[in-house]
């Protein structure tokens, strides 16, 4: 079998219908299956696809495993040679996951995952891929600079994969996990994603360890997909956002598999520094917004020096 579509589900029946729905219409041209992972939905969602989708695989779990566990059990019974993980709240067109498919079929050893553009409802552009976390990244993201400067000066000096600085395929830091191309032998034994980090941080942390064992990521403008935007992630994200310090581990997980918690801490005094300067020079409505920016910029640090506390302490 050429590609198996891994789609998790929490709690987003008709959403999900509309999906499955799309992948149906679009008529792929390859020999694919469908594996639904549902983190107990409570909304009938698994007795749906059963009853609409016959020729769907359901993983039901009995709680939430989240994003990355999930994807991770998917995989694990996929019979594809490719792994399309798609979020429940996407919606395919006809030729752009065949497009994907023909690119990494095609591609040399070293390209093992590639991602379309991700479109909003309204086909705007949504993301065309990502660089990997830096200084430079961090600064360009604070500033702008990959809109500001003429593109042929920011490709030399930000990072590979930074938005909007490329028109046709193009290497990228990481693809956003709504919809990702990966080959299937690639992705088991690299482990994975990281279910440490349980929502959120999965793609970029994925991208770093592909990247670090000499693997590339690639954006294919020419496919598209559209994206609803959250809808999927709407319940986790307030289970996240009411528990402060969980996020934060989460965060400091995601850090120290990359870049690690020192480099991590200088790129946040780094945000710190330029959102101070942007708290100074912006008009007086905005400076409440800056103000938040920098408490939370200021937890992060102080979460990341504890951790570096924590390890010194165990030598």
Not at 18 to 39: F, G, K, P, T
Not at 65 to 70: D, P, V, Y
Request: net charge positive; charged share 25%; proline share 3%.
């Amino acid at each position: 079998m050429k590609l198996s579509i891994i789609i998790i589900s929490f709690n987003t029946r008709d959403i999900l219908r509309d999906c499955l729905r799309s992948i149906r219409n679009a008529v792929i041209q390859c020999s694919y299956e469908i594996i639904v992972v549902d983190n107990n939905s409570v909304d009938g969602s698994v007795d749906m696809i059963r009853e609409e989708f016959p020729e769907v695989i359901v993983v039901a779990n009995e709680h939430n495993n989240f994003f990355a566990k999930a994807n991770n059990q998917g995989s694990a019974i996929a019979q594809g040679e490719h792994l399309l993980l798609l979020n429940s709240d996407t919606l395919v067109e006809p030729g752009n996951i065949e497009k994907l498919v023909d690119f990494l079929d095609h591609a040399g050893e070293k390209i093992v995952c590639a991602g379309p553009r991700v479109l909003n409802p309204d086909r705007t552009l949504q993301s065309a891929g990502y660089a990997l976390p830096s200084v430079s990244e961090r600064l360009s993201m604070v500033w702008h600079l990959n809109r500001i400067l003429p593109k042929q000066l920011a490709r030399k000096l930000l990072p590979t994969g930074m938005p909007g600085l490329y028109d046709g395929n193009h290497r990228s830091g990481w693809v956003s996990g709504c919809c990702m191309l990966v080959r299937k032998d690639v992705y088991l034994s690299v482990g994975g994603l990281n279910e440490d980090l349980e929502f959120y941080g999965e793609e970029p942390e994925f991208g770093y360890r592909l990247n670090k064992l000499g693997y590339e990521t690639w954006v294919i403008p020419g496919a598209e997909i559209t994206h609803l935007g959250g809808q999927s992630t709407k319940t986790s994200q307030a289970f996240f956002l009411k528990n402060e310090d969980r996020a934060l581990k989460r965060y400091a997980v995601l850090q120290n598999n990359t870049v690690g918690y020192k480099k991590a801490v200088f790129m946040s005094r780094v945000v710190l520094l330029s959102t101070y300067l942007k708290y100074l020079l912006c008009r007086e409505e905005k400076r409440e917004l800056f103000s938040k920016s920098i408490a939370k910029e200021k937890k992060v640090i102080k979460h990341l020096k504890q951790q570096i506390s924590s390890e010194r302490s165990k030598i």
